[in-house]
């Protein structure tokens, strides 16, 4: 049962993205001199990107769906305790979706960085000159990243998304994400972060058609010692962005119910 | 009374802009810059409101509304605009007493009513879109400018469906495909999903940008109107992050603006 709704919500998921993206898309236009510019650039991360981790595993391997790593993360006292307080409508320890405490069913609550990740929607790279722009088309949220060598911004925050600044070592970006608040979860299975929080992303598009974003967290407050993960994402170069709102919390709960049910 | 709060109100907006811009350096030159030949067609920026400032506070119609007039309304616009309870404009009554539907758990404003924050809003271009973020809420108003239609399948939408076309050194787009929950403006103006919203988009020069917007819904309005939106370029502000995290964020930011004058 657990298996078959999980299956169904992600079908719908990626369903949702490829009828109504690709049936809007038409031909590429020709390329102007701005595209062929990009193209030739060492830097050019642009384009729509999809989670691209194997799906013909069971689902239970499908980890990414919830959490970063298979592995539990090395929590601290303080970070087991809040995992331990969480009641998730994820994963394998899942409580109905009326019972959970999660903070994204609050009141349309923005997900927050990284946890933005484990959303199954796509995300689009737009670039400018000093700015690397991810947009993800879940609840509308951007994640963007300074490279114009600014500094951290202490004045700011404490943020959903951070504050994140980057710059590139070779064919990498390398961001930098600090000054969060600690209303989020960092997965959607309750593993807790601080506003200490400090994520270093290593995102490099490995060949036209890959990009991976190497993350390490760091949290001194939830986790003993930094942790890492890498997410990889597949060019989706007919695919656009459509409209995903949190409209109330009802529209959340019912994106997610499907997959939400506990194990029966 | 009423002058000091909007006026706090604009500061605070203002301030909390600048704030993200003290940190601005010099953009390096970059491999993805557009080359100039695409200067023509450039509206990449960060963008904030240029309506004047110097005047009364009661002549701002442009924080609550698009026009100093009032638009052609239906017997059905009309009705709707009479059951609206603002906690905005001339008829502002106290905001815990308003029907505004933004105030239902931070439901998004939706276009084009998102124009009438008061909050900064960058413009990033790619091949074959035109792309609006806005500081409030993190919305964004994106335009296909590679030639397809409207998709017939999508919506009813809250920003609803956006393409575009440059006639000369101006963006022309056509929005469609919208719902119904939104207002028009923040006084209650109302739409149906019959509106039709097309931009005129054009970058007088290179700090000014203007948005000649048409507004068409047939059963709302009598005939098209037009509204007049002037930007001016910031270019050391960035954006900053502003959600709406529950009723009560978006209240706070708008109490000052909201309460009616004594």
């Not at chain 2, 695409?38 to 963008?47: C, F, K, R, T, Y």
């Amino acid at each position: 049962m657990r298996i078959h709704r999980l299956e169904v919500a992600f079908s719908i998921a990626i369903a949702l993205c490829i009828s109504q993206a690709a049936s809007a898309q038409t031909k590429q236009q020709s390329k102007s001199p701005v595209a062929a510019a990009v193209a030739n650039s060492p830097h050019d991360l642009s384009g729509i990107w999809f989670d691209d981790r194997p799906r013909p595993v069971t689902v239970e391997e499908r980890y990414w769906i919830f959490k970063f790593n298979a592995e539990e993360p090395p929590m601290t006292a303080w970070g087991e305790a809040q995992y331990k307080a969480a009641k998730s409508s994820f994963g394998t320890s899942a409580v109905p979706l009326a019972e959970t405490n999660d903070p994204l069913y609050h009141e349309c609550s923005p997900p927050g960085f990284p946890r933005i990740f484990l959303h199954p929607f796509p995300m689009q790279i737009v670039q400018t000159p000093g700015e690397v722009i991810m947009l993800f088309e879940y609840d509308s949220i951007r994640h963007q990243i300074f490279t114009d060598g600014r500094k951290h911004d202490e004045t700011l925050g404490p943020l959903w998304m951070g504050d994140s600044i980057g710059h590139w070592e070779g064919d990498t970006l390398v961001a930098d994400t600090v000054n969060f608040n600690d209303k989020t979860w960092l997965d959607r299975i309750g593993h807790p972060h601080s506003d200490q929080l400090h994520v270093i992303e290593r995102l490099r598009r490995v060949d036209h058609d890959h990009l991976v974003d190497d993350i390490t967290i760091e949290d001194p407050k939830a986790y003993t010692k930094p942790w890492t993960t890498r997410i990889e994402f597949g060019l989706r170069p007919k695919w656009s962005l459509v409209e995903q709102f949190c409209e109330d919390e009802e529209s959340f709960k019912s994106l997610d119910k499907d997959a939400a049910a506990p194990t029966k | 009374m009423r002058d000091r709060t909007l006026g706090i109100a604009v500061a605070i907006a203002i301030i909390l802009s600048c704030s993200a811009a003290s940190a601005q350096v010099k953009p390096p030159a970059d491999a993805t810059m557009p080359p100039a030949s695409d200067q023509a067609h450039d509206l990449s920026g960060v963008w904030f409101d240029d309506h004047p400032r110097l005047i009364r506070v009661q002549e701002r119609y442009w924080a609550y509304t698009f026009t100093l007039d009032a638009p052609p309304m239906t017997s059905w616009g009309q009705a709707k605009f009479d059951a609206a309870k603002p906690s905005f404009g001339p008829h502002a009554i106290p905001l815990a007493e308003s029907n505004d539907p933004l105030y239902h758990a931070c439901t998004p404003i939706g276009f084009p009513l998102v124009f009438l924050y008061p909050l900064p809003m960058q413009i990033v271009q790619s091949p074959g879109e035109v792309i609006m973020l806005f500081e409030w809420d993190s919305l964004r108003h994106q335009i296909f400018t590679d030639g397809r239609k409207h998709d017939e399948t999508l919506g009813p939408l809250w920003m609803g469906d956006s393409i575009g076309h440059w006639e000369g050194d101006t963006l022309v787009t056509d929005t469609v495909n919208f719902n119904d929950k939104t207002w028009l403006d923040r006084m209650g103006h109302p739409h149906s999903e019959s509106l039709h919203v097309v931009e005129r988009i054009r970058r007088v020069d290179h700090d000014h940008l203007v948005d000649d917007i048409t507004i068409e819904d047939p059963k709302a309005y009598t005939k098209p109107w037009v509204a007049h939106l002037p930007f001016v370029l910031k270019p050391k502000w960035t954006l900053a992050e502003q959600f709406c995290e529950d009723v009560e964020s978006f209240q706070t930011m708008d109490k000052a603006a909201a309460t009616p004058a004594k």
